[in-house]
């Protein structure tokens, strides 16, 4: 990850919704209103009962993963210390959410 140069930060949500107002010349309040919108949708493309991905044209795709089960380790090696073995604990199964950069997007830097 880039780190952020000193004198630059990141917009703020109302910076965001300001610009993007004064653009489309549309209103602060409709602007917000479309932001929710495309929350709910993204919602309920990846929720459980979704397709379980959603794509913002041009910009982003958004993918529910399922990631499995692990199961404990006793004495396994440890891959910081060479030649020495530690026991992992089990973790259970979980949803992780995934987010790629498109073609688009990346042609924006």
């Known amino acids: 990850m880039a780190k952020a140069t000193a004198g630059k930060k990141a917009p703020t949500k109302t910076e965001i919704i300001t610009s993007i107002a004064e653009a489309t010349e549309l209103s602060k309040k409709q602007v917000s209103a479309v932001f929710d919108a495309l929350g709910e949708e993204i919602k309920k493309g990846i929720g ?4 379980g991905v959603f794509t913002i044209p041009g910009l982003v795709k958004i993918e529910r993963k399922k990631v499995p089960a692990k199961p404990a380790r006793k004495n ?4 910081f210390n060479p030649g020495q073995f530690r026991d992992y604990p089990a973790k259970p199964a979980s949803v992780k959410v995934k987010v790629r950069a498109l073609k688009n997007l990346k042609g924006m830097l």
């Open 48 to 51: 459980s009962r979704g397709a």
């Open 76 to 79: 396994a090696p440890d891959p």
